[in-house]
């Protein structure tokens, strides 16, 4: 009976590690930031829907749904400490194609709650800005800010993946 359950324990703390070794390793070349691991493109720009299909060939995988201003900060923080990034147009997945005005995350389908838009955005200029940016600038004022954009532009992009499921597939 002390053999079954010493063996059982012993099952139990393999299985804990295996579960924290996963939660803890992001894919590589992603940043990690509370439950999610992030990806920014640099060069590799594309237009909104291409871009939603590769940050997709990770599990679990989208272009970033920015929830709260935590993350909003460390997104900003981020693409303002590399030289490359600033002053440069990042796709996140908001999007208001399904309904004019009706912003959702692409990643949830959920109406966006914390927002960080830009003076007089979002504008729907032409009638045909339904998905979001981030842009970065140090010349900016403010220097970072969401804008509706027309989804065909090409620019750069951010993924969130969600820690324990960060692993690259197909
Ligand atoms: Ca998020
Ligand atoms: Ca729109
Ligand atoms: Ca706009």
């Known amino acids: 009976m002390m053999i079954v359950q010493y063996a059982n324990v ?28 992030y990806f920014f493109s640099s060069h590799l720009a594309a237009d ?5 299909s590769f940050c997709k060939r990770f599990n679990g995988g989208d272009l970033v749904a920015i929830q709260t201003q935590s993350e909003n900060e460390f997104i900003y923080q981020h693409l303002l400490s590399i030289p490359q990034h600033r002053d440069n147009d990042f796709w996140i997945g ?27 955005n979002p504008s729907d200029s032409g009638s045909n800005e339904d998905c979001l940016e981030i842009m970065v600038g140090l010349s900016a004022s403010p220097r ?26 197909g």
């Open 144 to 169: 970072h800010y969401w804008n509706d954009e027309d989804c065909s532009k090409k620019a750069n992009f951010i993924c969130e993946v969600p820690m324990s499921e960060g692993l690259i597939v």
């Open 48 to 52: 909104w829907i291409e871009a939603g």
């Open 10 to 37: 012993v099952f139990l703390a393999i299985l804990l590690l295996k579960v924290n070794t996963a939660q803890e390793v992001c894919p590589e070349g992603f940043m990690k930031h509370g439950e999610s691991c």
């Open 94 to 120: 908001g999007t208001d194609e399904f309904v004019e005005g009706h912003w959702v995350w692409i990643s949830t389908m959920q109406r966006l709650g914390f927002t960080d838009w830009y003076p007089g």
